[in-house]
């Protein structure tokens, strides 16, 4: 993927010469109008620094003075991305052009050239772009539905019996999938357990911690290895780590979809706990 966020520097260069344009057009109005001094030298000094922008910009372009950083993108931030570069320092770039923005995700490996005058990024290259970055963020918005979930069932007037039936269950199974796919015996974990709201938390707690560890290692290759285990039944099965991934995910969805049902037919506050929701928060922070 090769990414050209160069027009942001075009952009500068036709803009910077039309403000000196009309700062000339300006200041010869005010001085053929006999208009006050002080807003005529106002008007001088602007069209000055302008000049002198337009000025290292036509130099920056002829001598092509750039330098190239490689660096791991953290965080982005409205139209700014913060980088890591290998020195350990943390680098601030604003980003003008959204079609690049939305290209550019956390962890991936970029390749910046950069304007050694004016600091503009002027050529963007990606190294690679992480694999197990989207799995990531899947499980962390199952983190994030499930303590809203138990946020709202603690404000709850009414009986929480159902809905936190649910909930544990959700967790519950969360957490015998993540023994299956580390090589361990589940057979002990109860499916539909009767947890109270502070133990669904600790559970939950449980949870995040395992599948973020447990994804953190995972490669590409890892996707598509077998795990082998036995359902609640006893019953025999084989599955791919990326088909036991997105059942985990959906599974969660579907019981999440329910307990809302519950809370809305009890007349309690709506909980948006949809994916696109936990995105948005995420760009709110």
């Known amino acids: 993927m090769n990414l050209k966020p160069s027009r942001t520097f075009r952009?500068?260069?036709?803009?910077?010469?039309?403000?000196?344009?009309?700062?000339?057009?300006?200041l010869i109005n005010q001085y053929t109008n006999d208009g006050p001094v002080a807003l005529g030298f106002l008007y001088f000094l602007t069209g000055i620094i302008m000049l002198?922008?337009?000025i290292i910009l036509i130099v920056d372009l002829v001598n092509k003075n750039h330098h190239v950083i490689q660096a791991r993108l953290i965080s982005k931030h409205g139209h700014v991305i913060y980088v890591l570069r290998s020195n350990g320092k943390v680098n601030k770039i604003k980003i003008a052009v959204p079609e690049i923005l939305v290209?550019?995700?956390?962890?991936?490996?970029?390749?910046?050239?950069l304007s050694s005058l004016t600091?503009?990024?002027?050529?963007?290259?990606s190294i690679n772009k992480p694999q197990v970055a989207p799995k990531l963020r899947s499980f962390d918005h199952i983190d994030w539905a499930n303590h809203l979930i138990n946020k709202a069932l603690q404000v709850?007037?009414?009986?929480?019996e159902k809905p936190l039936r649910l909930l544990a269950h959700i967790l519950a199974a969360e957490?015998?999938?993540?023994?299956?796919?580390n090589g361990e015996d589940a057979a002990a974990i109860s499916i539909w357990p009767e947890y109270t709201l502070e133990q669904c938390e600790h559970v939950r707690e449980h949870n995040k911690?395992?599948?973020?560890?447990?994804?953190?290692?995972?490669?590409?290759?890892?996707?598509?290895k077998i795990i082998s285990y036995q359902n609640s039944k006893g019953i025999a099965f084989n599955t791919t780590i990326s088909d036991i991934l997105t059942h985990v995910s959906l599974h969660g969805s579907y019981h999440r979809g329910q307990i809302a049902a519950l809370l809305r037919?009890?007349?309690?506050?709506?909980v948006n706990t949809d994916y696109i929701a936990y995105v948005r928060q995420l760009e709110i922070e």
Not at 156 to 160: A, I, T
Not at 175 to 181: E, G
Not at 265 to 270: H, K
């Open 156 to 160: 709850c007037n009414g009986s929480v």
């Open 175 to 181: 957490k015998v999938w993540l023994a299956r796919i």
């Open 119 to 125: 600091h503009i990024p002027l050529h963007i290259v």
């Open 52 to 54: 002198d922008l337009f």
């Open 265 to 270: 037919q009890a007349g309690e506050a709506m």
């Open 103 to 113: 290209q550019l995700v956390p962890e991936q490996q970029v390749e910046i050239t």
């Open 209 to 224: 911690i395992g599948y973020q560890t447990f994804l953190s290692q995972l490669k590409e290759a890892d996707f598509t």
């Open 11 to 26: 952009l500068a260069l036709i803009s910077s010469f039309l403000f000196i344009m009309s700062d000339v057009f300006l």
